[in-house]
């Protein structure tokens, strides 16, 4: 499904979970692992006595999600620890290595006002042009069997129905996709149903044009999986390569936190 597959590690309670969820259900592609020294941190001396041992929290760090990865039976594992802003250093390494899936586990949490998301993911998924994986949960290991695809049928939004559907085809999984926007989908659902036929896909189509956010989180709880787009348009979302508050919705920020599952993020 994703030949190439690079996780962004780190010691968060999510990761183990994110190593061994991702494992579990791609066992078959090229895995990479990337830990960055935040040469960027202000407030961390840079002596070389902390950059020694920045490095070797790295090397723990890359060492223990390799073996978590052996354990679950991949065999080889690419592994990096470059210097520099972690963002952009992991969308370095994407583009040097024929990344197609980007695995991040966020450090999330809700505020009294609004949503925090972790700086590297929220960075990063700031950056990205591929499909990217987010964990801000401890997820149980197993195959998706149902898939939750929310989308307006923008064109912007169905190419992450459509690959949506190739991961139900994939995982031998249902899918539904629920149809928040205004306007008809018209051929775009269409061209998805004869796919879903074609792929023998257990899909159905929910349209709640009025659907609040919150009503989409307690939905996505009764499905194994989520897929979905950044969830902005327009011309704000043209500013996100300045403003990373920009990058996703208040919605998607919603998914990733609230729902006990992954989410899987389809990019430009």
């Known amino acids: 499904m994703f030949d190439g597959i690079l996780i ?5 309670p999510s990761m183990k979970s994110a190593l061994e969820y991702t494992a579990n259900i791609f066992p078959s592609s090229n895995y990479h692992l990337i830990n960055v020294i935040n040469t960027s941190d202000r407030s961390i001396p840079q002596t070389p006595l902390m950059r020694s041992k920045l490095e070797e929290i790295s090397r723990e760090t890359i060492d223990h999600g390799k073996n978590i990865l052996y354990s679950m039976g991949i065999s080889k594992v690419n592994t990096a620890i470059p ?15 024929d990344i197609d899936l980007l695995v991040l586990a966020t450090h999330s949490k809700v505020g009294s006002q609004e949503i925090h998301i972790g700086d590297t ?7 990205t042009h591929i499909p990217s994986l987010i964990f801000s949960c401890q997820c149980k290991s197993k195959v998706p069997k149902s898939i939750f ?52 896909v257990d899909f159905r189509v929910v349209v709640d044009r009025d659907a609040t956010d ?5 939905e996505s709880n009764k499905y194994d999986f989520i897929v979905g787009s950044r969830g902005r348009g327009g011309l704000l979302y043209k500013f996100r ?28």
Do not use: C, W
């Open 8 to 12: 962004a590690t780190d010691d968060s």
């Open 241 to 268: 390569h300045l403003i990373p508050q920009l990058a996703l919705s208040d919605l998607e920020k919603e998914l990733i936190t609230g729902s006990p599952i992954p989410f899987l993020m389809v990019g430009d």
């Open 83 to 97: 210097e520099g802003v972690p963002s952009k250093e992991i969308m370095r390494y994407v583009e040097e290595h």
């Open 214 to 218: 919150e009503k989409l989180v307690k």
């Open 149 to 200: 695809n929310p989308t307006t049928f923008s064109t912007y939004s169905v190419e992450a129905t459509f690959l949506a559907l190739e991961l139900a085809s994939f995982f031998g999984a249902d899918l539904t996709t629920y149809h928040i926007g205004k306007a008809d989908p018209g051929e775009e659902l269409d061209e998805v149903r004869r796919m879903a036929k074609d792929k023998s």
């Open 121 to 127: 993911a929220l960075h990063s998924l700031q950056l």
